[in-house]
């Protein structure tokens, strides 16, 4: 039986696997420092004063539960995030996705779009968006639903025209979106060749064969056995020579299987598969 340095550890436990028997979300592999902070937050905003109050609550009301999914999942997200990166993939990842007659791109943990419409964007620009289709994924289907409408607010547009300036493309941010009032609705020909779909990087399996594989700042909310996972996952997914791309503060130097990738771009964590 496992040791729990307290009844705090203990309760975070059984919470998660009831969660996992119920319902079928494993959070058992998350980072315990995230997933606890994730948690108090949630049960702040419930006003439920003790973890197992809530985990007999999660077992029996399905609303609640949804609810804890679109709290506690990782949904931090900006269009053309770190423009720099998005230049990278303009002058590495590009030239060799023009090659391909049909491109399939799988863009995990899309959160609510934005990253996944950037790519379409970029796309469009190097002429190859009407032969690609992004597989946008994420665990939070809430969040999947508000990407699929493609309507952002309009409170961070400025900082998205400045990321977008920054990215190395041509034209204007407003060249692909209509106004509203306060919000932006995305053009469709961008949603057109973008599929939103849930998807649990954690128990689910290959996605399919990629050319290019998304996975931007959500592996640092796993404990290392999960990253190894993971990435296996996407070794797994991706054609021979198809490109991994990862978040600023990750990387595959510590993992087992990253003798099958060579680095195409160090500082903007590109990735190819080799083997």
């Known amino acids: ?53 809530l985990q007999y ?4 009301d399905k609303a609640l539960f ?3 999914i679109r709290d506690v999942t990782v949904n931090v997200t900006e269009m053309f995030r770190d423009p720099e990166f998005y230049l990278s ?78 990215s190395g493309l041509t034209g204007n941010l407003s060249d692909y979106f209509e106004k509203g009032y306060d919000h932006v609705i995305m053009d469709s020909r961008l949603r057109k060749n973008i599929v939103f779909t849930e998807h649990d990087l954690v128990i689910d399996h290959v996605f399919g064969e990629m050319q290019l594989i998304f996975c931007r700042n959500v592996l640092i909310y796993f404990t290392r056995e999960l990253q190894n996972q993971v990435i296996d996952l996407f070794s797994e997914s991706l054609d021979f020579g198809g490109y991994l791309c990862l978040g600023g503060k990750e990387t595959l130097d510590f993992f ?20």
């Open 1 to 53: 039986m496992p040791k729990y340095q307290n009844d705090e550890d203990y309760d975070i436990h059984a919470l998660l696997e009831t969660i996992y028997l119920k319902w079928g979300y494993d959070f058992r592999g998350y980072s315990k420092a995230s997933i606890t902070r994730r948690i108090f937050f949630f049960l702040k905003e419930e006003k439920i004063t003790r973890i197992p109050e």
């Open 256 to 275: 087992s299987g990253k003798d099958k990738f060579i680095t195409k771009d160090a500082d903007n964590k590109i990735y190819q598969k080799t083997k």
């Open 66 to 68: 949804y609810r804890f």
């Open 89 to 166: 993939v303009k002058q590495n990842i590009i030239p060799q996705l023009k090659t391909y007659p049909h491109i399939k791109i799988w863009h995990a943990g899309c959160a609510t779009g934005e990253e996944a419409y950037s790519l379409a964007i970029l796309l469009d620009q190097s002429g190859i968006l009407g032969r690609s289709t992004i597989y946008a994924t994420d665990i939070n289907r809430t969040v999947l639903d508000r990407a699929k409408k493609g309507i952002f607010s309009d409170s961070f547009l400025q900082q998205y025209e400045k990321n977008f300036n920054n």
């Open 57 to 60: 609550q999660l077992v029996r």
